[in-house]
């Protein structure tokens, strides 16, 4: 009886079919680089200080620019990283009308004069553009509300990643993504018409359910439908073109200086991909495992005739093998020893490359500088890391390669944490060897996930693995911000740390190069074992001794 696997080797492992259905799928990496990291240009917090209404005045009428005013009215504080800087939470505690200030005689000794927190809301050094932040004046005590956009979507990649990754696995990988695209388009616009910061979140949670869920159904469908040395290839081009949204955001985010107006933007792709409907098949292997051999056979043969293929093999006994086991439950991700292993080693990858990989990319927004121009450099650095494990995983494996890629990105932060600014671009350069090794340990963590799982529960595992991705994430810019008030670097020491943990325990993986995607849980417990044994035969392993005894007496 022939397998799905079989057929595939006549009626095409990745051709024109399947290299059509993927460069359709790659397009959903891009907008997604938007939704997960858009903060850093969506959230900015740009300089700012005490808005005082008579002071304001003054400006307009002296011609007075925006750093004369803060020199001449914003009082001096001492700050964390030593010497003295204009206070962005604090003001004079006076009457301006009464201190005789104006455009004749600005200058006025006001270093005896009392201060008070901010009244009056801020100023912002950001004329011309518009961050929720400036909008909603989250600064000073209300600085922690920024924390929450992040937290709120990765709260909705959490709920809706299990949620859309059983329905994946109940109701098909096709019906999934295309519900989960609807779900971002409406959510998104929603995002970018928000009234106030409060339902700015609520809908923001909602963006979440339905983006990651999506991105990871479209990632299980394209590999399901390719061969097995295929796959390497897909899932990793795959994800390099969120690299490529990587690269777009900075550049969108220059040229549209309202957030919301960039929140649409970065929407409407959501839009068009409803539109694959009549452009993307459901898995056949997902069809197989539910039993709907007719609908599979119409597929596979579909995908052979855009291939210019023919069938010789009889397609109508194609099979798979855990057609008796179709019903995904989170119970077969620990019930076994080794499916219990893999489970929590790739959940704490999943976790470690989302606390790294975001900080390091929300980190940019508070070092200073030209954030427009250091999300692009850094950008640039996450391709040679796709490149580095395309020409790696096959010639070595994915194990080791996996490793190092945590420890380099480990022994990065910290090394970069204990070097002076001085050294700037020595310091930027480790710091860019960082994110190209969280970065490679980022996009092998999705594949080596699907090639630990079998079939009918591949979606649901890789969903609810990630699942300690959007804790991760969650967890991400409390970590980032609140840590780098104590010490600019100490979020870069928490960084390494994980990151050498997560190496380590990748070592206790399997190597999965060149191994055929398992169909049922007994391939992941028994690798050895040839796939073709029958499933009484698998039974009989696990009889009670004294049972298989007896049954052997009756022989005699």
Not at 246 to 267: E, G, M, N
């Amino acid at each position: 009886m022939a397998t799905f696997d079989d057929i595939l080797e006549e009626a095409g492992k990745f051709g024109r079919c399947q290299k059509r259905i993927f460069a359709l799928l790659c397009m959903v990496s891009m907008p997604w680089a938007g939704v997960y990291v858009g903060i850093v240009f969506q959230g900015f917090t740009p300089e700012h200080w005490c808005r005082e209404p008579r002071v304001v005045d003054l400006k307009q009428s002296c011609g007075w620019s925006l750093a004369d005013t803060r020199r001449l009215t914003v009082p001096l504080v001492n700050s964390s990283a030593g010497g003295m800087v204009h206070s962005q939470c604090e003001r004079y505690d006076l009457d301006w009308n009464s201190t005789g200030l104006s455009c004749l005689d600005p200058e006025i000794d006001l270093r005896t004069t009392p201060m008070t927190t901010c009244r009056d809301g801020w100023e912002y050094d950001y004329e011309g553009r518009q961050s929720f932040v400036t909008e909603f004046d989250l600064v000073c005590g209300q600085a922690w509300l920024v924390d929450m956009y992040q937290a709120t979507l990765n709260i909705g990649f959490l709920v809706g990643s299990i949620a859309i990754g059983y329905l994946a696995d109940r109701f098909g990988r096709k019906v999934s993504f295309l519900m989960s695209n609807l779900l971002n388009a409406m959510a998104g616009i929603l995002v970018a018409v928000a009234p106030n910061y409060a339902s700015l979140l609520v809908f923001r949670t909602l963006y979440g359910f339905g983006v990651k869920g999506g991105w990871v159904a479209g990632y299980v469908l394209i590999t399901e439908i390719v061969g097995v040395e295929y796959r390497r290839t897909v899932g990793v081009i795959y994800q390099m073109f969120f690299s490529v949204g990587i690269l777009i955001l900075p550049l969108l985010a220059y040229y549209i200086t309202d957030w919301r107006w960039l929140q649409v933007v970065i929407t409407v792709p959501y839009i068009v991909f409803l539109a694959y409907y009549w452009f993307i098949p459901e898995s056949p292997r997902w069809l197989l495992s539910q039993g709907k051999a007719r609908k599979a056979v119409e597929i596979t043969e579909a995908i052979a005739k855009e291939n210019n293929k023919t069938l010789s093999k009889n397609i109508e006994t194609m099979k798979d093998d855990n057609a008796h086991s179709s019903t995904a439950s989170f119970m077969d991700l620990i019930r076994t020893p080794r499916m219990r292993k893999h489970t929590f080693i790739l959940s704490f990858n999943w976790f470690t490359s989302a606390v790294v990989y975001q900080g390091l990319i929300m980190r940019l927004g508070i070092l200073g500088g030209n954030v427009y121009l250091d999300f692009l450099i850094s950008g640039l650095v996450e391709f040679p890391a796709a490149f580095l494990i395309l020409f790696t995983i096959e010639r070595i494996g994915r194990r080791l390669p996996f490793a190092s890629a945590n420890i380099v990105a480990g022994a990065s932060c910290i090394i970069t944490a204990f070097i002076p600014d001085s050294m700037f671009w020595f310091k930027t350069a480790v710091a860019c060897i960082g994110r190209l090794g969280i970065t490679m340990a980022f996009e092998m963590v999705v594949f080596v996930n699907t090639e630990l799982y079998p079939t009918f529960i591949r979606n649901l595992g890789v969903s609810v693995c990630s699942t300690l991705c959007d804790v991760g994430g969650i967890v991400a810019p409390f970590l980032l911000y609140r840590l780098a008030v104590i010490w600019l670097e100490l979020p870069l020491i928490i960084f390494g740390c994980l990151a050498f943990v997560a190496g380590g325990l990748v070592l206790l993986l399997p190597e999965t190069r060149g191994v055929p995607l398992p169909d049922t849980i007994d391939d992941i417990e028994f690798p050895n074992r040839p796939k073709d044994d029958t499933f009484e035969d698998q039974m009989s392993n696990l009889l009670p001794t004294d049972a298989t005894a007896n049954k052997e007496t009756a022989t005699v």
